[in-house]
């Protein structure tokens, strides 16, 4: 019964595992895997040697951070509000309209944001152009757009994780929060002694799972917003070998920035699942 | 009786405000490239159009929908979506079943399981990936957006922890009376996980009907584009649209702008529309997934 799915993994996920001695090599797809010269750690030399390298690692680490950190922080809180919202249609009408962006593309989305955000007439520089300020370029200021991808990643994605923190938050047993009125805690000191603590669970779970995607910064997002303006603050490691590898056909050169893209995910990711065993219990299979 | 405080009122107050401005600006963007798509291209530019149309018109529709190129494309998504949903929920049901039988009944079982997580783990890379989808063929073909990633191997785990939780009792039952392996899945378990089965197909069909960038790069001709790369090209990356052929009516009417949003909304309408309807399986499914009881 495994058979068909045990094959074509093989195919589509093992195969191409086996494609990272393209790393070390100076690969020419004329000449195929087996006909190429060996350059042994060459790329490697050539990656870390090009003068955009740092910049590349930095604006990804930066971005993926800010995103993980902020994809934790903000539906924590808006968890914590919604749980505060006594009419159940205004409830669920929330979580049914914040849940939406989610599942529209970064194509939507991009396009969306394009047309918002655009200098000359888009309508957030409209409005502040009508309360007197300057237009910004937004997609184009290496000052704004690491920032406006966090935001809009955010806005697209929060919805999913607050629904998650409110399940958990419905599930906390009430008599902790009798027991805590009777002893004089206001709300905020509810919300503090016993709805955090009460989540606390599947924020570790959610926290650590995050954490294997420290280099993750969404290429798809990031495709879709960029251009070469803002290549200095908004340049990540995937838009780098996508560029190297299918435009620039540095085939070889590519695949070593994937290599180790990889292998650092590997080390992040094994570890997240590690400390999501360790602390909450979680188990993969 | 409780006395409700003047801070708690206010902050109730302010909070539902709050959580309202919230859900509404999830929605804004959409209404708004809405009104620019119906509008005249005069008023878009002069940015007259906020929520409402300006200078109500379907002339970016008409355009958009006679574009061979649009239609085709919205051709080969459907064929995608369609090909690619069926083959990746009979890959995860007939993976995640055996996945999910103890390690007394199944050997080899975590081993299995382990070669299908590892993949989550490492990865080739771009590069390797698609030297190898090109070595086996698919390019240029409808496969080469199904088969590749025939396997979602997420998918597979939240179902085989689903078909765990089901009572050992009832398959123990069944297979006593004489079934085999493959009517204990078809009769048994498959009617009792509809709920997961439910929330993995709308994931695969929205995963599908999104995707763009294997389209992008494993296509070498226009024609055999998906909807959502097509859209890439055309809103994103800005290529213009050919208006030559069209009235001087029409040419007044429309612009690269109203063009652009009235595609955009083309494609997230068939998610806007599924949405309200499926939106409970939707939550049911995260909480299924992450929570556990």
New interface residues.
Partial sequence: MLLPGVALVFVYSYIPMAGIVIAFQKFVPVKGVAGSDWVGLGNFDYVLNMPNIDQVLWNTVYIAGMKIVAGLVVPIGIAILLNEVRNVLIKRGVQTLIYLPHFLSWIILGGILIDILSPSQGIVNRLLAALGMESVFFLGSNDWFPYVLVASDVWKEFGFSTIVYLAAITSINPTLYEAAIMDGAGHVRQARHVTLPGMLPVIVLLATLSLGNVLNAGFEQVFNLYSASVYESGDILDTLIYRLGLLDAQFGVATAVGLFKSLVSLVLISVSYLLAYRLANYRIF | MKTVSLS?RL??AG??A???A??????F??V??LA?SFSSSAA??A?KV?LWPVDFTLASYEFILQNDAFIRAFGVTLQRVALGFSLNLA?TL??A???SREQKHFRYRTA??W???I???????????????KE?GLLDSVWALV?????P?FN??LM??FIRGLPAEISESAFMDGAG??TV?WRIVVPLSMPVIATVSLFTL?GH?????DGL?LMNFPERYPL?TY??LM??SSSTLNFSGVSLREVAEISQ?TT??A??FL??LP?LLV??FL?RF??KG??LG???A
Wanted: proline share 5%.
């Fill in positions: 708690r902050f109730i909070n539902y709050f959580l309202i919230l859900s509404v600006s999830c929605l963007p959409l708004h490239v620019i878009a530019s940015g906020v890959l007939l993976c079943y055996p996945l299995y399981a070669y299908f997580v993949t989550i783990l490492f990865g080739g890379g771009l590069i390797p990936w698609y030297l190898t989808v086996t088969i590749p990633g025939a396997v191997v597979v785990i085989l922890n392996h493959w899945l929205v009907w999104n995707a763009w960038f790069i959502s859209l890439q809103v994103i702008r652009r949003a595609q955009i494609g997230a998610i949405y309200p939106q939707f939550v995260i909480v992450s929570v556990k």
